[in-house]
DNA sequence: TTGAAAGCGCTAACAA
DNA sequence: TTGTTAGCGCTTTCAA
């Protein structure tokens, strides 16, 4: 007695530990726990029994060794200090939950190299899937984890692979709506600050923009590390080198937050001189002042897509890639 | 050929596959492979451009059944959706990156039994340790984890287990300098906006409030969810109560967010009529307006002391519990 | 409806 | 310096 408790206390139980304890082989209460069916209910009960008695949890390692499946899915942004990532990495993390998903989380910098070192690592403990925000600039490095078998959820790119799914938001529709907002206004002259960092999406987020530019405006774009002082930087650059902007739609909520801080220190008003409009609708852009008028992305959806898209690919069920998340314009004060 | 390209395709090769175009046993591999010495250094490079020729990786399931280490960390946060937390998380994540140690993120959204079922979930995953903002409320859940032999770091809670170490913030202190800075500005008439959700943690922040009250001074103090709409419900149900309040503290800088915006939507100005401190230090403090005068948690230096104490704890080594962190008044706008 | 045997990929004892 | 044997806890044939 003293003997199991102390056992207990060490080493949790295993499948032999409630085999016994019930008197049948371990393969049955395999078969019972796993509800795999060909045992009687009798039997079911006299296991389940044991099996609380006992406290037993399979080892996901063991049951992983054989079945190459570790129920868990990690989950890789650029950066967590943009708040945007955080709500999708929330949202994800719940999806992922409700499948029975346990969550790695971990970083890129937005950097290629380093989502390889990452994605290397995270191989080692085989997650079902991966669902990631690529740093941008070339994907060859994924499509070398592709072909060795991983497969991933790519939000806002698009990689062609068997092992590959997209999720995208329609950001280029959405960076229309911002400059026919802007527009609208009664803005003159516009302005783009965009990324630095992101392949794809900032294409989408810029080609949108410059098609929905009213013909004859002049097209001015130019990218910075999507950062507060990013934002900062290049808002003040921007006014400097084209004093009459009167309209700005910033790559993300984050650098629109920088950009009106820098148009406010020098003197300038936000709306009034120069309206501006982000991208995300991060939680934050409703309490500063100006509050953001913003281009929303369902976090929540997103998260969803992302996971059951996961889930179809690694069951190898059918998903149609990419699949698109519609966006909508946020009016608050900004813009 | 064609075989052997089409596994490597679907399975990833093993320490036998190395071991195999080496032409060694396999335990010479892992020897290599765990650097553990007993080999010679020409057997050391063969069997490492096999291992690159192979893109070998030790599959850490099959190693983690018999080392009963997994080189993998969680870490529990009540929520996702106050800043502060991805600040923490980013930072842990970190330093666990540093330790070789991969993360799992989970969220106990502040309740109890989601924080057990959490537990359960990932104790599956038999991470080395947890590292957790513990919900308030009670910790025998969390004992019955430490009994069955969960490391745990527990942050800004004590818990007496050898299995669990802590690191809290000097939040004491913290609070003390919060009131201090409010009598220094001239406020008579100071309130507390603490939270329901934080058992040991609110109590820190709070009593060390009360403490710091100057002689005589009413002792208003009203708990509330720790969110923007409850720092906004709260601050506007304080004034209406107390109409001469002059000064508050805020549980936290979300808290203190609602707050600010609150007083203003009341037409009062912030800090001409009313003085606020938040807690935290979080980014977009420093964006809102006014700027928030707060509390400043070091997250950097708070997740380096979390994953140091918990790789401390599993390797057995000597750990002084709790380890304290300083924190520090950071003066900006609002109070 | 149940069980015995094999083995997932790895490391730990113990030889040699 | 190296190899052999065993077994971590589980699931999967296959047989009873």
Not at 6 to 31: E, N
Not at 153 to 176: C, F, K, W, Y
Not at 211 to 223: S, T
Not at 262 to 276: C, E, F, M
Request: charged share 20%.
């Amino acid at each position: 007695m003293t003997d199991v408790a102390r056992r207990d206390a060490t080493r949790p139980s295993t499948l032999h530990d409630v085999a016994a304890l019930v008197g049948v082989s371990p393969r049955t209460v395999s078969r019972v726990v796993n509800d795999q069916g060909g045992f009687s209910e009798a039997t079911r009960v006299r296991v389940m029994d044991a099996v609380n008695e006992l406290r037993y949890r399979p080892n996901v390692m063991a049951r992983g060794l054989i079945t190459r499946r570790t129920n868990t899915v990690a989950f890789i942004a650029p950066v967590l200090n943009d708040p945007f990532f955080p709500e999708v990495a929330d949202s994800v993390q719940t999806a992922a939950a409700a499948c029975e998903l346990t969550l790695f989380l971990a970083m890129s910098k937005g950097d290629v190299d380093v989502e390889h070192d990452v994605l290397l690592r995270l191989n080692a403990h085989a997650p079902d899937g991966v669902i990631i925000y690529p740093a941008g600039g070339g994907s060859e490095h994924l499509l070398s984890h592709l072909d060795q078998g991983m497969r991933m959820v790519l939000i806002d790119t698009e990689v062609d692979h068997p092992n590959a799914v997209s999720v995208v938001s329609n950001l280029r529709g959405g960076a229309g709506l911002a400059v026919e907002r802007l527009v609208q206004r009664g803005c003159k002259k516009l302005a783009m600050i965009a990324s630095t960092k992101s392949g794809p999406t900032l294409h989408r987020r810029e080609s949108g923009f410059l098609d929905a530019l009213p013909a004859g405006m002049e097209r001015i774009v130019q990218a910075i590390d999507p950062t507060v002082e990013g934002g900062y930087a290049m808002a003040s650059s921007l006014i400097e080198q084209h004093p009459d902007i009167d309209g700005i739609f910033a790559y993300n909520d984050v650098v629109a937050i920088g950009a009106i801080q820098a148009l406010q220190a020098s003197g300038r008003s936000v709306p009034g001189d120069v309206a501006i409009v982000g991208c995300d609708d991060i939680e934050m852009g409703s309490v500063v002042t100006p509050a953001l008028t913003t281009i929303r992305i369902d976090r929540e959806r997103l998260g969803n897509l992302a996971v059951r898209a996961l889930v179809a690919l690694v069951e190898d069920k059918p998903v149609d890639s990419p699949s698109v998340l519609d966006v909508e314009l946020v009016v608050r004060e900004s813009g």
